[in-house]
């Protein structure tokens, strides 16, 4: 059974960072597209950035230069390196995994940007 498990949420103050991790299980990690979306309060959900299988990443304008999404097959494990934190990055940010038609996503991770 397919399971994304999201961490390293948090409270920061603007300007500072967090990683996030999501470890996922039971499925051929290689193989997948992983990304990370966010939602905030009264929002559309929103892909964040994410990485293939060749590495090649894609982000969102708004987190340009200041997110780095990177990935560890042999740990079955993508992260997101959030630098320069911004109060409007505030949401729960989720994990989610791509092959073809098979669709999978984690729970998600609280980010709070507040001083």
């Known amino acids: 059974q397919a399971q994304l498990k999201e961490s390293g949420g948090g409270l920061v103050q603007p300007g500072g960072s967090l990683r996030l991790s999501c470890v996922a299980s039971?499925?051929?990690?290689?193989?997948?597209?992983m990304a990370w979306y966010r939602q905030a309060p009264g929002k559309q959900r929103e892909l964040v950035a994410s990485i293939n299988f060749g590495d090649r990443t894609v982000y969102t304008d708004d987190v340009k230069g200041r997110f780095t999404i990177s990935r560890d097959d042999a740990k079955n494990t993508v992260y997101l390196e959030m630098n320069n934190l911004k109060p409007e990055d505030a949401a729960v940010y989720s994990c989610n995994a791509v092959l073809k038609t098979l669709i999978y996503w984690g729970q998600g991770t609280q980010v709070t940007v507040s001083s």
């Open positions: 039971g499925i051929t990690f290689t193989l997948y597209t």
